[in-house]
C-alpha cells in the first residue's frame, strides 16, 4: 500500500488539513502541539477495559476503586462507605467472612465490576453517560438502589447491580468529559442534569458534634454554621474557618492520660474543611443542646459576621427514639428513660430554639417513620426541614415526601454505599 492510498484510506489527508486550518484560525504559537491534540479530539472516545481493585479508606475500611480505560487514557476513582446508612438505602455488598478486614472486605463487588459490568461497558462511548445510566439499570432490577445519579433531578426509577460501581465510573467519565469536551466538571454535570444556571452550594460546617458516634451526652449528632451572607464560595470558606477559630482559642483544651494513653475528654468539637478534620476539645456541658447553641453563637458574634452566618442542627432523632417517644438523655446512663419527649414536646423545643437561636435549618427533627410530626412541623414555616433518615436517598421515600410536602429539602448521599 503506498502512502497515498494509506492517507486515503483513513481519510487523513482531510483530517490533517481541517486540524492545520483549525491551529491557522487559533493562531497557535504551538502548531505541533495544538495539531496533535486536535487529532486526538477527532477520535472517538471508546471504552476498551473497566478493572477494580480493592483499596482501603481513609478509615482504614476496605472500598472499591475502579480503572476506567478508554482508548485515549486511563481514568481512576474510588470512593469510600458512609459511617452510617439507614435501612431503606443502598445495600452495602461486603463479603462478611470475618477473619478478613472484620468481614468488610468487598471481593464479591470487585467480582461484580470485573466479570458484569466490565463486559457490558467495554466498547461504549463513554461520553454517552445517559446510555451507560441505562445499561447499569438494566443489570439489576432490585428495588433498594439508589437513583442514578443527577437523574433524580429527573424522578426516574433506576436500580444497580453496584451503586457505588456506577457513582465510581461516574466519577471518571465525568473525568474524561471535561478532558474531551474541554469544560469544568461542574458545569459538565450541569448540562447532563439540564441546569442552565447551576449555584455552587453554600458549604456547611459542623463544630459541635454529638449523637452515637460521639463521645460525650449530646443527645443531637451536629450543631452546625451556615455562611449565607456571603458572596463568594472563597468567603463562606473563610467565615466558617474564622467562627471555628474563635470557638476554639476561647476555651481551654484538655485532655486526660490514663496508662501511658491519651483520652479525649467527653466534650469533643470539630470541623470539617476539605480533607482537613481538626479537633478540640470544649468544656461544655454533658448533654445541654442549649449551652452548644450558646458557645456557636458567642463565636459567631466574635467574628463580626453577626447576621451573614445562620445555625442549623442535625438532630438525627431516629437514634434516641423508642416507639414514638423521645429520649434526649439517651446516652447519660442515670438518666435514660426518665425524661420522653413527645412529638409535639419535640415541635415545642425546637419552636422554642428557632426563636431564641439564629436557626435557619433543622435537619431529622423526628424519627425516620415519624411522617405525620415532621410534616407538620415543616408545615410551620420556621425553618428549613432537611430529609436525611426520612427519605435516606431512595426514590420512594422522596416521591411520598415529595405528594406529602413532608419537608422541604433533603440530604442526597453521593456516594456513601458500596453495593
Not at 197 to 208: A, G, N
Not at 249 to 257: A, N, Y
Not at 298 to 313: D, F, H, L, S, V
Amino acid at each position: 500500500m503506498s502512502v497515498q492510498e494509506y492517507l486515503d484510506k483513513h481519510l487523513l489527508s482531510r483530517r490533517i488539513e481541517d486540524a492545520v486550518n483549525a491551529a491557522v484560525r487559533a493562531k497557535t504559537s504551538d502548531p505541533v502541539l495544538f495539531i496533535s491534540n486536535h487529532m486526538r479530539k477527532a477520535v472517538p472516545s471508546v471504552i476498551t477495559k473497566v478493572k477494580a481493585r480493592q483499596i482501603l479508606d481513609s478509615r482504614g475500611i476496605p472500598t472499591v476503586e475502579v480503572d476506567l480505560h478508554t482508548n485515549k487514557g486511563l481514568f481512576r476513582a474510588s470512593a469510600p462507605s458512609g459511617a452510617s446508612s439507614g435501612m431503606y438505602e443502598a445495600i452495602e455488598l461486603r463479603d462478611g467472612e470475618k477473619g478478613t478486614y472484620l468481614g468488610n472486605s468487598v471481593n464479591r463487588a470487585v467480582k461484580n465490576i470485573n466479570e458484569k459490568i466490565s463486559v457490558a461497558l467495554v466498547g461504549m462511548d463513554p461520553t454517552l453517560q445517559s446510555q451507560i445510566d441505562q445499561v447499569m439499570i438494566d443489570l439489576d432490577k432490585t428495588e433498594n438502589k439508589l437513583l442514578a445519579k443527577l437523574e433524580l433531578l429527573k424522578k426516574r426509577q433506576a436500580s444497580f447491580l453496584s451503586y457505588i460501581t456506577n457513582m465510581i465510573i461516574f466519577t471518571g467519565l465525568g473525568c474524561l468529559s471535561v478532558e474531551e469536551l474541554q469544560v469544568s466538571l461542574h458545569k459538565h454535570i450541569a448540562d447532563l442534569s439540564g441546569q442552565t444556571s447551576p449555584l455552587l452550594p453554600v458549604p456547611v460546617f459542623t463544630l459541635i458534634s454529638g449523637g452515637k458516634h460521639a463521645g460525650n451526652n449530646l443527645a443531637i449528632k451536629e450543631i452546625m454554621i451556615l455562611p449565607v451572607g456571603s458572596n463568594t464560595f472563597e468567603e463562606a470558606l473563610q467565615m466558617g474557618s474564622e467562627t471555628y477559630h474563635h470557638l476554639k482559642k476561647r476555651k481551654k483544651v484538655s485532655c486526660l492520660c490514663l496508662k501511658g494513653r491519651q483520652l479525649l475528654q467527653r466534650h469533643m468539637v470539630h470541623m470539617d474543611v476539605m480533607l482537613v478534620k481538626t479537633a478540640v476539645l470544649l468544656p461544655t456541658s454533658p448533654g445541654n443542646l442549649r449551652d452548644g447553641l450558646d458557645l456557636v453563637q458567642k463565636a459567631i458574634g466574635r467574628t463580626g459576621y453577626n447576621e451573614k452566618i445562620k445555625i442549623a442542627i442535625g438532630v438525627a432523632a431516629t437514634e434516641f427514639c423508642i416507639g414514638t417517644k423521645y429520649d434526649l438523655d439517651f446516652k447519660t446512663p442515670n438518666k435514660s428513660g426518665q425524661n420522653f419527649k413527645s412529638g409535639q414536646d419535640m415541635i415545642d423545643m425546637y419552636k422554642e430554639l428557632c426563636a431564641d437561636y439564629p436557626i435557619a435549618s433543622i435537619e431529622d427533627p423526628f424519627d425516620k417513620e415519624d411522617w405525620e410530626h415532621v410534616k407538620y412541623f415543616s408545615g410551620l414555616g420556621i425553618c428549613q426541614v432537611v430529609g436525611g433518615d426520612l427519605i435516606m436517598s431512595n426514590p420512594k421515600r422522596i416521591e411520598r415526601a415529595i405528594q406529602e410536602n413532608s419537608c422541604n429539602s433533603l440530604l442526597l448521599k453521593v456516594p456513601t454505599d458500596i453495593c
